[in-house]
């Protein structure tokens, strides 16, 4: 299973989008989502950082910080909440991070 943290600016459109992809993820990912003012003491067992597209300017420090494959979510899966496309685009992203 794959463990997924979603970071954005407060953590609230970011929580709607976590849930959505947790049910699209039929038990082959956990995720959850945060503002990016608490990520770093919440990453035990986090395979992959997701950054909200608001905040993907500090797609770099993050990786920097947390020492955890990151990266930015697609701004128009985001928009329309597309949680299965946005699943998709991370295991990808995850299998060549490997």
């Known amino acids: 299973m794959l463990n997924i943290l979603i970071v ?3 953590g609230m459109s970011s929580g709607i989008l976590a849930r959505k992809m947790q049910d699209a993820a039929k038990g082959e990912a956990s995720v959850k989502a945060m503002g990016v003012s608490e990520y770093q003491e919440n990453l035990e067992n986090v395979d992959v950082i997701l950054v909200g597209p608001q905040i993907r300017f500090q ?4 990786k920097a910080n947390a020492g955890i494959p990151a990266m ?3 701004l128009a899966k985001y928009g329309i909440m597309d949680a299965e496309g946005i699943l998709e685009d ?3 992203f995850y299998e060549g991070e490997k």
């Open 72 to 74: 930015t979510i697609d």
């Open 59 to 62: 797609l770099n420090e993050i």
């Open 90 to 92: 991370t295991f990808q």
């Open 8 to 10: 954005c600016n407060a």
